[in-house]
C-alpha cells in the first residue's frame, strides 16, 4: 500500500542531518502508522534532522516542541497545538461523537 511504501521509505532511506519536507503524509497512514511516525521523526530528530509538513493530523501536529504555523486569509501566525482547528474539531468529535454523527447522518 501507499502508506507501507512511505514507511519504507523513512526508515529506509532517510538519514540524520537532513531535512525533510512533507505534504500530507497522513494521508497515507492510519492513526497507528502516524503515531509510529512520530517516532521515526524524533529519531532523526535526534540525529540533528528537521522536518517541515503541511498536515492537517492532530497527531502529527503533537510532536514535542513543534512550532505550528496556521496558513489563513489573514496570513500565516504561530498557533499553540491546543488552539488548532483539527486539535478542536477531533477533541469535540470524541467528547460528543453521538450528536454529531447523528446530526450529519440525519435525512
Known amino acids: 500500500s501507499h502508506g507501507e ?13 537532513g531535512l525533510y519536507l512533507f505534504d500530507e503524509p497522513e494521508a497515507a497512514l ?3 502508522r502516524q503515531m509510529a511516525l512520530l517516532s521515526l521523526m524524533a529519531g532523526l530528530a535526534r540525529e540533528h534532522s528537521q522536518f517541515i509538513i503541511a498536515t492537517h493530523s492532530p497527531i502529527l501536529m503533537a510532536y514535542p516542541r513543534a512550532r505550528i ?21 477531533t477533541s469535540d ?15
Not at 504555523?69 to 474539531?89: C, F, K, N, Q, W
Not at 468529535?93 to 435525512?107: D, K, P, S
Open 69 to 89: 504555523y496556521v496558513l489563513s486569509d489573514d496570513g500565516i501566525a504561530g498557533t499553540p497545538y491546543e488552539e488548532t482547528e483539527h486539535y478542536r474539531m
Open 93 to 107: 468529535f470524541f467528547a460528543h461523537r453521538e450528536g454529531i454523527v447523528r446530526e450529519l447522518t440525519e435525512e
Open 5 to 17: 511504501a512511505f514507511m519504507t521509505l523513512m526508515t529506509e532511506r532517510l538519514r540524520g542531518n
Open 30 to 32: 492510519s492513526p497507528t
